[in-house]
């Protein structure tokens, strides 16, 4: 079992930035896969990024040099730095994380509400 815990979602204006937080219930080594999906309303639920074991780090494509994720292994604590914000990135946010090696893991947060707009 993993319990994840988000936090850090809010309004923010469109090119502002926010970093979301997931805070894991275990040692983030002992996960094959962890990482961020979104849902905006009316579609479905898609990978933002994750980080794979052995350290990869993938993204996709529409947020690429705009958001970054990293972790801080102490804390079994993952980020998602989110720059340059546009309103199509308005969505809940969701972690998630899975110890089987699968790219999408069984554990989900609770998701996080992220609004750009003016």
């Known amino acids: 079992q993993v319990q994840l815990v988000e936090s850090g979602g809010g309004l923010v204006q469109p090119g502002g930035s926010l970093r979301l937080s997931c805070a894991a219930s275990r040692s983030i080594f002992s996960l094959y896969v962890i990482g961020w999906y979104r849902q905006a309303p009316g579609k479905q639920r898609e990978l933002v990024a994750h980080i794979i074991y052995g350290g990869s780090t993938n993204y996709a494509d529409s947020v690429k040099g705009r958001f970054t994720m990293s972790r801080d292994n102490a804390k079994n604590t993952v980020y998602l730095q989110m720059n340059s914000l546009e309103p199509e990135d308005t969505a809940v946010y969701y972690c998630?994380?899975?110890?089987?090696?699968?790219?999408?893991?069984?554990?989900w947060g609770q998701g996080t509400q992220v609004t750009v707009s003016s």
């Open positions: 998630n994380a899975g110890i089987m090696p699968t790219m999408t893991g069984a554990y």
